[in-house]
C-alpha cells in the first residue's frame, strides 16, 4: 500500500505502488517523500 497525493499535495486514497506509479507516469500525483 502506498499513500498518494495529487499534484496540490492533497491526500488520494491509498492504492497499490504499481498504480502509483502509473499515476506518476501521467501526472496526476506528486512525490512528497521517499523511504528505500
Known amino acids: ?3 498518494v497525493l495529487d499534484t496540490n499535495k492533497r ?3 491509498p492504492c497499490h505502488e504499481a498504480v ?3 499515476l506518476l507516469k501521467q501526472g496526476k ?3 512528497y517523500r521517499r523511504f528505500p
Open 29 to 31: 500525483a506528486a512525490i
Open 11 to 13: 491526500p488520494l486514497a
Open 20 to 22: 502509483a506509479r502509473k
Open 1 to 3: 500500500m502506498v499513500f
